[in-house]
């Protein structure tokens, strides 16, 4: 069973063909056995290498905004560790246009409502941790900080013991986000992530098996 309602999947995938979209690479997306849907707007993406998990509640109710959050924990899923690099990050719109992980620096000075964002996000959070029983040791996913508060880096080590959690941060070109399917990507020599998200997508998205 696809990780999304089959209707609402065929409806984006007919736009995604009227609008010259690789229709084949979001339906692999949306259909990969690596893609499960954990709640309404909880969606992971688990193979042998890494597990992460996006909480999307926060992003799913901030569409016209510049500026989006996804709830984001990581961890490898057995042997080595697993580095992540900042520019190994991006978010892939419903029309194709792929939007980096941006820098600190500009999304200090892109968002300077971030404290606020951080709290209406804080009231809508979804329990994402208790996706990883297995973890016993947690540390701070440091990509981006409130400025001054905490330090940054561009680069996160995970194992199969050590639970990664923080927010990742993505600016729209546009200045607001369309309602899609939009592809979450990690990619390096290594790590090979596809997560599609359903942002502003209204119905009851069904769980997989």
Same mark, same amino acid.
């Given at each position: 069973? !696809?990780?999304?309602? %089959?209707?609402?999947?065929?409806?984006?995938?007919?736009?995604?063909?009227? +609008?010259?979209?690789?229709?084949?690479?979001?339906?692999?997306? /949306?259909?990969?056995?690596?893609?499960?849907? /954990?709640?309404?707007? $909880?969606? %992971?993406?688990?193979?042998?290498?890494? &597990?992460? =998990?996006?909480?999307?509640?926060?992003? &799913?109710?901030? /569409?016209? +905004?510049?500026?989006?959050?996804?709830?984001?924990?990581?961890?490898? @899923? %057995?042997?080595?560790?697993?580095?992540?690099?900042?520019?190994?990050?991006?978010?892939?719109?419903?029309?194709? @246009?792929?939007?980096?992980?941006? !820098? &600190? *620096?500009?999304?200090?000075?892109?968002?300077?409502?971030?404290? %606020?964002?951080?709290?209406?996000?804080? $009231?809508? *959070?979804?329990?994402?941790?208790?996706?990883?029983?297995?973890?016993?040791?947690?540390? *701070?996913?440091?990509?981006?900080?409130?400025?001054?508060?905490?330090? =940054?880096?561009? &680069?996160?080590?995970?194992?199969?013991?050590?639970?990664?959690?923080?927010?990742?941060?993505?600016?729209?070109?546009?200045?607001?986000?369309?309602?899609?399917?939009?592809?979450?990507? =990690?990619?390096?020599?290594?790590?090979?992530?596809? /997560?599609?998200?359903?942002?502003?997508?209204?119905? @009851?998205?069904? *769980? @997989?098996?």
């Amino acid at each position: 069973m !696809s990780p999304f309602p %089959r209707r609402l999947a065929r409806a984006w995938l007919a736009v995604a063909a009227l +609008s010259g979209i690789g229709v084949a690479g979001i339906r692999a997306d /949306l259909e990969s056995p690596n893609v499960k849907k /954990l709640g309404r707007t $909880v969606s %992971r993406y688990k193979d042998d290498v890494l &597990q992460i =998990v996006i909480g999307y509640k926060h992003a &799913q109710h901030h /569409l016209e +905004s510049r500026w989006i959050l996804l709830e984001t924990c990581i961890s490898a @899923t %057995r042997g080595p560790a697993v580095e992540i690099f900042r520019e190994d990050v991006a978010l892939i719109a419903p029309d194709g @246009t792929r939007m980096p992980m941006p !820098s &600190q *620096r500009r999304m200090a000075e892109g968002n300077p409502d971030l404290r %606020r964002m951080l709290l209406q996000a804080r $009231v809508t *959070r979804d329990p994402l941790a208790g996706y990883f029983p297995a973890c016993f040791r947690e540390e *701070r996913l440091g990509f981006f900080a409130v400025p001054g508060e905490a330090i =940054v880096f561009d &680069q996160v080590t995970v194992d199969r013991d050590t639970l990664a959690w923080g927010d990742l941060f993505f600016e729209s070109p546009k200045g607001r986000f369309e309602a899609g399917i939009y592809t979450l990507v =990690v990619e390096n020599k290594s790590v090979h992530v596809r /997560l599609p998200l359903a942002l502003g997508i209204e119905g @009851t998205l069904e *769980r @997989t098996k």
